[in-house]
């Protein structure tokens, strides 16, 4: 009966609280994970700083968001430290505990900002505990709880327990219980939506991933820039060959800068150049497609076929990187050159709108989340290839403004005909970045103030 007691008299304050909530315009956009590597929250971020809010940005700060979070008077960055060393007992005992003090360390950080009127939560894992956390933590200010499903949690842990684990089993039912105390819902796609009703009985606005306006093609001059910039660490970036004609002129693999006049154009017989990005966590499909796909691309090369020598760029950062790096470094390719540059925020879009090929192996354990890498190529013009899964088409045209393939064999196929005759200015390749040009899509702030906005209302 105490405790009962004790449970009751919070629940009614809580509610108390809630009822009492005013408008003070302040938003908290929460993620239980690197705010530097959550673009998508980040936006979220910017787009409610563009409308006057308040916005406290809480997560990890691992990696360095962009310099326009950086910058705005609206933006509070709110750090919460990252949980390492919880390595006492079996592994089910180790996931308690980090799952309980990541509960108590992320409830103290929310009860310790101004009070929001709305609390905007990542749902890309882990939706344990931060879904039940932030319901709380919205109990105590008054706030309506915002859930952006990205993907679940429970699918992902499945990936390495099956779906039929206990913990995996706890995990969907949690989601499934929490997420319908939410007052709001986004999703990344329709087909997620569609799942969220018919299995969880939550209704969500689909919010379709969109490239910031600083996701274009990059002008000559600043490709130039960018990779003279690379050349100064990377290899493939350095020029081929040196060229008795100009000596002046500055050069990169792929473009060059006559010294007297200050043009920019593209060398001749540049390589191709084909980006694609990863967390290097695990069994790399991005590293082992590209490896794959190589003696296959190298083949037809020696059989005439006339294809340009590849650079591969693949960003990213992640604990096994240096592991795949000695692995790519006894490699023995011919006309091939892999690179695993971490680019800086404001780079990254600059290396997108130069490249000429983009890559996405993104392989979505649920089936209903979209890559948003794909987004910002996109974003850039950039025609892409990427592997085949359930809800792809929603993003992915197939033969309009990319390819999709099922395994490496069929992309080494899809490289050797979208870049036969490179860099000539007919083929698939360049008709898919044209259809992008002409589409015209909508810019993330466009798409946040059609969708988003409406949700908050037009006053606290």
């Not at 490239?211 to 002008?219: L, N, R, V």
């Not at 060059?256 to 043009?263: A, I, L, P, Q």
């Amino acid at each position: 009966p105490a405790v009962t007691g004790a449970v009751a008299a919070l629940l009614f304050l809580l509610l108390w609280r809630r009822r009492r909530a005013g408008g003070a315009g302040r938003v908290c956009v929460a993620v239980l994970g690197d705010l530097g590597r959550s673009p998508r929250m980040q936006y979220h971020a910017l787009a409610l700083a563009r409308h006057g809010r308040e916005v406290a940005l809480l997560g990890y700060l691992q990696t360095r968001p962009h310099r326009d979070v950086l910058h705005s008077e609206n933006i509070r960055l709110v750090p919460v430290a990252e949980l390492r060393g919880l390595r006492v007992g079996p592994k089910l005992f180790q996931y308690i505990l980090k799952v309980l003090v990541q509960s108590v360390q992320l409830l103290y950080t929310l009860l310790r900002i101004d009070q929001p009127s709305y609390i905007l939560l990542q749902q890309n894992p882990p939706g344990l505990p931060s879904i039940a956390v932030a319901w709380v933590a919205g109990l105590w200010w008054g706030s309506k709880l915002i859930i952006d499903w990205h993907n679940y949690g429970y699918s992902i842990m499945s990936l390495s327990h099956g779906r039929n684990h206990p913990l995996v089993l706890i995990a969907k039912w949690y989601e499934k219980l929490f997420g319908r105390f939410s007052d709001y819902n986004l999703c990344v796609t329709d087909a997620m939506k569609k799942d969220l009703w018919v299995n969880f009985k939550i209704k969500a606005v689909t919010l379709y991933d969109k490239p910031a306006s600083y996701f274009k093609e990059t002008p000559l001059d600043l490709q130039h820039n960018l990779y003279v910039k690379l050349a100064k660490d990377y290899e493939p970036f350095k020029p081929r060959y040196y060229r008795a004609v100009n000596p002046s002129a500055d050069r990169s693999a792929f473009t060059e800068r006559d010294g007297k006049s200050g043009d920019v154009v593209k060398t001749r017989g540049r390589p191709a150049l084909l980006i694609s990005s990863t967390s290097w966590t695990g069994w790399e499909s991005v590293f082992f497609f590209i490896v794959l796909s190589s003696p296959d691309y190298e083949r037809f090369i020696t059989e005439g076929a006339k294809l340009p020598a590849l650079v591969c760029v693949i960003t990213g950062k992640g604990p096994l990187k240096d592991y795949y790096n000695g692995l790519i470094q006894n490699l023995h390719l011919k006309h091939i050159q892999i690179c695993t540059p971490w680019l800086e925020a404001e780079d990254y879009p600059l290396l997108l709108g130069s490249a000429d090929l983009g890559v996405c192996l993104h392989k979505s354990s649920s089936g209903l989340d979209l890559p948003m890498k794909v987004v910002d190529m996109f974003g850039c013009c950039l025609p892409v290839c990427a592997i085949h899964f359930e809800c792809l088409h929603e993003l992915v045209k197939h033969n309009e403004n990319g390819l999709i393939f099922r395994d490496s064999k069929e992309l080494a196929e899809q490289l050797k005909m979208l870049f036969l005759d490179f860099p000539a200015l007919e083929g698939k390749l360049h008709s898919f970045r044209e259809n992008l040009r002409a589409s015209r899509q909508l810019r993330w702030d466009q798409s946040w103030d059609q969708i988003v906005l409406p949700l908050l209302g037009n006053k606290e």
